[in-house]
Nanobody, 124 residues
């Protein structure tokens, strides 16, 4: 299984970016997917997650109202639309999939496969 994240870049504060994560290889039965991020010198932080069929969507408080997670299962892709970006959103963003569970989770330890990360840099 491979997860390929893309869409990161350099943007000014207040700007927007859309991250994509495409899965390839073995397909799982109704997997939940999530986005996490890691800033320099900090641990991996939960951003957003979406259950199978988008029944449940959860966000970190720090991104609520600004970020939107979505998925297109026909394309094996999960997206993260990021609006009103702030310098504190600067981090490497990782997508992840729960192999055997359809429910969204806040916890990185509950995800089985991870993408390589895409850098998001927000300038002030």
């Amino acid at each position: 299984v491979q997860l390929q994240a893309s869409g990161g870049g350099l943007v000014q504060a207040g700007g927007s970016l859309r991250l994509s994560c495409v899965g390839s290889g073995r397909r799982f039965n109704r997997p939940a997917m999530g986005w996490f991020r890691q800033a320099p010198g900090k641990g991996r932080e939960f951003v957003a997650a979406i259950s199978w069929s988008a029944i449940t969507i959860i966000y970190a408080d720090s991104v609520k109202g600004r970020f939107t997670i979505s998925r297109d299962d026909a394309k094996d892709t999960v997206y993260l639309q990021m609006n009103s970006l702030k310098p504190e959103d600067t981090a490497v963003y990782y997508c992840a999939v729960r192999r055997n569970y359809s429910s969204a989770s806040y916890y990185a330890s509950e995800y089985d496969y991870w993408g390589q990360g895409t850098q998001v840099t927000v300038s002030s």
